[in-house]
């Protein structure tokens, strides 16, 4: 574990609850949890064998860019503690540097709070046999990557580790969580990807969707956890070329998919090796995302 690229970690003196697709929680207390964002990248479901030099560093500090930028909406799991006060050895702290954040203990809602703006991936599929995305109807005819008259709300399961996570319909939330907490977590969503979306444009940045994920604390205050509108949790694309009808180039992980796609891979673990210029490249394209969006 160095400080330039981080696969897995192993936190003397705390306890690894959980190692994710990217994220490494460790036990912070009674109230809070060390959540570190490693260099792994997963693609289709599967973690593949390589790190992505520096991207665990860039998904932090795109979510936390976000995360500043809309208190207004909606309240986060950050508490603004710094990470020195749970990590003392010297070289633990130097590969978390900018990687790791201390958050809130919530509870986490079992779905995966997706908007879409754009049709394309597993919506234009579902769009293509149904005519509409997770029960909302939309016009006919669209051709792929087409902006939707509005954005929609099209939310998922949270599948377990090596699953696909699942399209399900607003009427399914309701019956998971709750009417008036469906309703909530639909119109916070809805409003966080409309106000990144504006922000993101004036940047050059067509964000085609996105997913969030929410918790709760004791007294059923929404907020938002995990991370926020990067490119592991979004589609960005440059707007100068997009175009309707076509899959445009993005600044995430389809890059990967992409060249994945012409392999022979059965889409199961254990993932392929990916060539020094692929990895040398989606690191090139995250780092463009972050500047981008916010310098």
């Given at each position: 574990?160095?400080s330039?690229?981080?696969?897995?970690?192993?936190?003397?003196?705390?306890?690894?609850?959980?190692?994710?697709?990217?994220?490494?929680?460790?036990?912070?207390?009674?109230?809070?949890?060390?959540?570190?964002?490693?260099?792994?990248?997963?693609?289709?479901?599967?973690?593949?064998?390589?790190?992505?030099?520096?991207?665990?560093?860039?998904?932090?500090?795109i979510?936390?860019?976000?995360?500043?930028?809309?208190?207004?909406?909606?309240?986060?799991?950050?508490?603004?503690?710094?990470?020195?006060?749970?990590?003392?050895?010297?070289?633990?702290?130097?590969?978390?540097?900018?990687?790791?954040?201390?958050?809130?203990?919530?509870?986490?809602?079992?779905?995966?709070?997706?908007?879409?703006?754009?049709?394309?991936?597993?919506?234009?599929?579902?769009?293509?046999?149904?005519?509409?995305?997770?029960?909302?109807?939309?016009?006919?005819?669209?051709?792929?990557?087409?902006?939707?008259?509005?954005?929609?709300?099209?939310?998922?399961?949270?599948?377990?580790?090596?699953?696909?996570d699942?399209n399900?319909?607003?009427?399914?939330?309701?019956?998971?969580?709750?009417?008036?907490?469906?309703?909530?977590?639909?119109?916070?969503?809805?409003?966080?990807?409309?106000?990144?979306?504006?922000?993101?444009?004036s940047?050059?940045?067509?964000?085609?969707?996105?997913?969030?994920e929410?918790?709760?604390?004791?007294?059923?205050?929404?907020?938002?956890?995990?991370?926020?509108?990067?490119?592991?949790?979004?589609?960005?694309?440059?707007?100068?070329?997009?175009?309707p009808?076509?899959?445009p180039?993005?600044?995430?992980k389809?890059?990967v998919?992409?060249?994945?796609?012409?392999?022979?891979?059965?889409?199961?673990?254990?993932?392929?090796?990916?060539?020094?210029?692929?990895?040398?490249?989606?690191?090139?394209?995250?780092?463009?995302?972050?500047?981008?969006?916010?310098?």
């Amino acid at each position: 574990m160095d400080s330039q690229t981080v696969f897995r970690t192993s936190l003397r003196g705390l306890e690894k609850l959980h190692e994710g697709k990217v994220r490494d929680i460790y036990a912070a207390g009674a109230d809070t949890l060390l959540m570190v964002a490693t260099d792994r990248l997963s693609a289709f479901d599967v973690v593949l064998p390589d790190p992505i030099p520096g991207k665990g560093r860039v998904l932090t500090e795109i979510s936390n860019f976000w995360f500043a930028r809309t208190r207004h909406i909606v309240p986060n799991h950050l508490t603004g503690r710094a990470v020195s006060e749970l990590v003392s050895d010297p070289a633990e702290r130097a590969a978390l540097e900018g990687r790791a954040v201390i958050v809130r203990r919530l509870k986490t809602l079992p779905l995966e709070a997706v908007v879409r703006g754009y049709l394309i991936g597993s919506g234009w599929k579902e769009y293509q046999s149904t005519g509409g995305v997770c029960g909302v109807a939309l016009p006919a005819n669209l051709p792929l990557a087409s902006r939707l008259p509005a954005p929609i709300f099209t939310p998922a399961t949270k599948a377990p580790a090596g699953q696909h996570d699942e399209n399900i319909t607003f009427a399914e939330v309701e019956k998971l969580i709750g009417a008036p907490l469906a309703a909530r977590v639909r119109d916070t969503a809805v409003a966080l990807y409309e106000f990144a979306a504006a922000h993101a444009s004036s940047r050059g940045i067509i964000i085609a969707d996105t997913k969030f994920e929410f918790g709760v604390d004791e007294s059923g205050t929404l907020t938002l956890i995990d991370e926020a509108l990067t490119p592991d949790s979004s589609r960005f694309w440059p707007a100068e070329t997009y175009r309707p009808g076509t899959s445009p180039p993005s600044f995430d992980k389809q890059f990967v998919r992409d060249y994945l796609e012409t392999l022979d891979w059965n889409k199961k673990a254990p993932g392929p090796k990916l060539p020094a210029h692929i990895l040398a490249k989606t690191s090139e394209k995250y780092r463009e995302a972050l500047r981008r969006l916010t310098e």
